[in-house]
């Protein structure tokens, strides 16, 4: 319980003090809780006469400052407490936090608290970063403004065209450099909207537009990478004899497990991935990932069956010594052994010579680099390689002059975006267009459309890092929001919540 204790107040209309009291009445107001426990203040405020005449109030309501505002119900410092939730979590999750807080609220409450929020003030800047970012992949696209001498976004707008970016530059002049990516829309928007900028290609789209040209390139010459493949010896007959002696204290499941763990075991270690082994062995692939998972054949063999007596066992040795000395075909060995007094099954011969089989497929060799593989060891400083990689992809190079010259391009183009030399740009252009490299040549064309650009982009510091920092921010708060809220509501938390943040990134 709380009253006023001031005896004259200030009209808000004229600013005339005034004592004569009309009425009085109560007002509840939510402040911050104490400890664990709400706090509700119950305050006893005046309406008091105003005694000009000339002023249009004949009555007003006295305000305490930094206590209440006109129609509100909650103390300035609850409601700043409300207005973080709402724009560091918005609706659904912003009112279960509250609630934590006892401060009951509901979703749209917050949400409104977001919208009224006052955007952040800025300036226009001398450097100005654009990119676009997805409110809906595929379907719907906006772009973002960012100061990139602070890192500060600016503004938020749907459309990733050329006009939308002209109209903006119009309405807010005054930008020197605008540091955008190699997409043609910002470009013209660029040009038509502020002529006089400077405009500033980003070097990492540079670098991954020549990624894409490579690719191209190198599937060119796939032919190439498959010559270049090393090809290794598989399995012979040769390993049965060392596994015979083993076979004959053996069930045929024992066997074949352990026969089964060796075989893929060899073929993991030659490189072989799961798909292969089981294609290669007519197997499961479950079968195959359980094996190789398995570090000891025992490991198989877990609740497995003991050898059985079987017809076959007086039999076993004879059939050995033919599988040595070449006799494979199974009905052949299953008649010499009817003549020898042997009454089973073909099938069980056939089961039991199964393991010596698999033993017998003769494995392909590694699979060759792929395009994309290839590519990325181009594209990849060689100190960064694997001394397996390094390899690889020196085999390729040997057998391709082409790439090979397409190697020695990518690293000369590669030392220029590092040391930002573009000066030397136009002797690199030169240097491609003596090479058999159609995909090289596209990406030296797109070069020269955009070239002053692209040439500040290889010059000057400046680049579109912190826009593509602001572009992760905006998807961690979609992810927030669950895609259910429109622009503006996703404009109004990127700003506010980068104005709160103290870890603004800088370029």
């Not at 510091?461 to 996703?490: D, T, Y």
Request: overall charge positive; hydrophobic content about 35%; aromatic content about 6%.
């Amino acid at each position: 319980m709380a009253r006023t204790r001031v005896a004259e107040v200030a009209c808000p209309g004229c600013a005339v003090m005034s004592k004569r009291v009309h009425s009085t009445y109560g007002r509840c107001l939510a402040d911050t809780p104490v400890g664990d426990r709400p706090v509700l203040i119950e305050l006893t405020v005046r309406r008091l006469y105003c005694e000009n005449v000339r002023c249009s109030r004949r009555t007003f309501a006295e305000q305490v400052e930094g206590l209440t505002v006109r129609y509100g119900r909650r103390t300035p410092a609850a409601r700043r407490v409300l207005e973080a939730v709402a724009v560091a979590l918005a609706g659904r999750a912003g009112s279960r936090l509250a609630a934590v807080l006892h401060a009951r609220v509901s979703r749209t409450t917050l949400l409104r608290m977001v919208m009224a929020l006052p955007d952040p003030a800025w300036t226009v800047p001398k450097v100005l970063g654009v990119d676009d970012f997805a409110t809906r992949r595929g379907q719907h696209y906006g772009t973002v403004f960012i100061d990139c001498e602070t890192g500060q976004p600016l503004d938020l707008l749907p459309g990733r065209d050329a006009a939308t970016l002209a109209n903006w530059l119009r309405e807010h002049p005054g930008s020197e450099i605008i540091c955008r990516d190699r997409a043609g829309s910002y470009a013209e928007g660029a040009r038509t909207g502020a002529p006089n900028a400077i405009q500033v290609a980003d070097r990492f789209h540079l670098w991954q537009n020549l990624g894409t040209a490579v690719e191209r390139s190198v599937r060119r010459h796939n032919n190439c990478l498959k010559s270049a493949a090393v090809s290794d010896e598989g399995l012979t007959n040769d390993a049965v004899a060392d596994h015979a002696d083993a076979e004959k204290e053996m069930s045929p499941i024992e066997a074949r497990f352990r026969e089964r763990h060796a075989t893929v075991h060899a073929l993991l270690a030659q490189g072989h991935g799961i798909r292969e082994i089981a294609r290669e062995l007519h197997m499961g692939g479950n079968t195959v990932r359980r094996t190789a998972r398995a570090e000891t054949p025992e490991q198989l063999l877990t609740g497995r069956r003991q050898p059985r007596p079987s017809q076959l066992d007086p039999y076993k040795a004879h059939l050995d010594k033919r599988w040595a000395e070449g006799s494979t075909n199974a009905i052949d060995l299953h008649t010499e052994l009817q003549d020898l007094g042997y009454r089973g099954s073909y099938q069980t011969i056939s089961d039991y010579l199964r393991p010596r089989r698999r033993l017998r497929i003769r494995v392909v060799a590694p699979a060759p680099p792929g395009v994309r593989q290839v590519t990325g060891w181009m594209m990849r400083h060689p100190e960064h390689l694997g001394d397996k990689e390094r390899h690889q992809f020196t085999a390729v190079l040997a057998k391709c002059p082409e790439l090979t010259a397409l190697h020695g391009h990518v690293r000369t183009f590669a030392e220029i975006l590092t040391t930002r030399s573009g000066q030397h740009l136009k002797d690199w252009i030169t240097a491609t267009r003596t090479e058999n490299l159609p995909g090289l040549h596209t990406f030296t064309r797109g070069l020269e459309k955009d070239w002053d650009a692209v040439v500040q982009g290889l010059t000057t510091c400046w680049n579109s890092g912190p826009v593509e920092g602001r572009v992760n921010h905006i998807k961690m708060i979609k992810r927030q929001m669950f895609g259910r809220a429109k622009l503006p509501l996703l404009r109004k938390r990127v700003l506010l919540t980068a104005a709160g943040n103290k870890g603004t990134p800088q370029p």
